[in-house]
């Protein structure tokens, strides 16, 4: 029970179809096991409704929100909900990020809507999530902020959009952690490698390339096992980086990659 008595925003909660879970769903899930009450937040209020609905039926304590981070409003509304619901925001896990669906491209094809739609999903959605929790968090003088970027930030990829913001997400959570470490607040970021999620795998399954070997591909690229990760090493992870266990650590960047970022 790393998470007993805490309360979690999970933002990205829900998930995109597919055959395996996505990273938001897994660490909500995990989070209400380790003891945590969680508020699911998606664009998709059915995909947060089968998240909360998930974990309570392992009889957990849950609610689900309706919430596009690119509107302002719909931050406030939901921070508003949990405030009013539990009295406090102890954990804020910001998971949302897209790629191809946002129409990413090389440098060469990018359009400036494209950019402009991954800088707000990718980048915008975390700043306007941390404007809103941080002064909840500061007046109780603990708080623990949690951003999901991605290895695409660091090592070589070829669509701009998704690598430009993924490595703003890294320099959002450096601030955030210097300048809100004198009221006891901390902030990190993991980096997923390749990983088995709905988000990475189904755009890239065509009729010229099958699930199977998109899995394959992917599996060769990774030094540890040759195998993908799953949302649950990132679940796991950020339970960690959530608990008191990790309260001497902020303004990390967490590779979670199988090895990737070392070979």
């Not at 491209?105 to 700043?127: H, K, Q, W, Y």
């Not at 990190?188 to 988000?199: Q, W």
Request: net charge neutral.
């Amino acid at each position: 029970m790393l998470l007993k008595d805490k309360v979690a925003i999970v933002v990205g909660g829900g998930q995109t179809p597919g055959e395996t879970i996505g990273n938001g769903r897994a660490t909500a899930i995990q989070f209400a096991r380790e003891g945590a009450k969680v508020a699911v937040a998606d664009k998709d209020m059915s995909a947060a409704r089968e998240t909360a609905a998930m974990i309570e039926a392992e009889g957990h304590t849950v609610f689900a929100i309706q919430a596009d981070v690119r509107r302002e409003p719909d931050i406030q509304t939901m921070v508003k909900q949990v405030i009013d619901q539990w009295h406090q925001v102890d954990i804020l896990h910001n998971n949302v990020g897209v790629s191809i669906a946002g129409q990413d491209a090389r440098i060469e094809d990018i359009t400036p809507d494209s950019f402009n739609l991954l800088v707000e999903i990718n980048l915008l959605g975390m700043v306007l999530t941390s404007k809103h929790v941080l002064p909840y968090m500061r007046s109780a003088g603990c708080g623990v902020i949690i951003n999901i970027a991605s290895m695409a930030a660091i090592k070589p990829y070829p669509l701009v959009g998704y690598k430009t913001t993924k490595a703003g997400v890294i320099a959002l959570t450096e601030q955030l952690a210097t300048t809100n470490a004198r009221y006891g607040i901390r902030a990190n970021v993991i980096l997923p490698g390749l990983m088995n999620t709905p988000m990475a795998i189904e755009p890239r399954v065509s009729a010229d390339k099958s699930r199977q070997a998109v899995i394959a591909e992917r599996d060769q690229q990774v030094p540890l096992g040759r195998k993908m990760g799953s949302a649950w090493d990132i679940a796991h992870a950020a339970c960690f980086l959530a608990s008191d266990k990790a309260g001497y650590i902020t303004g990390i960047t967490l590779p979670v990659d199988g090895g990737l970022s070392v070979f």
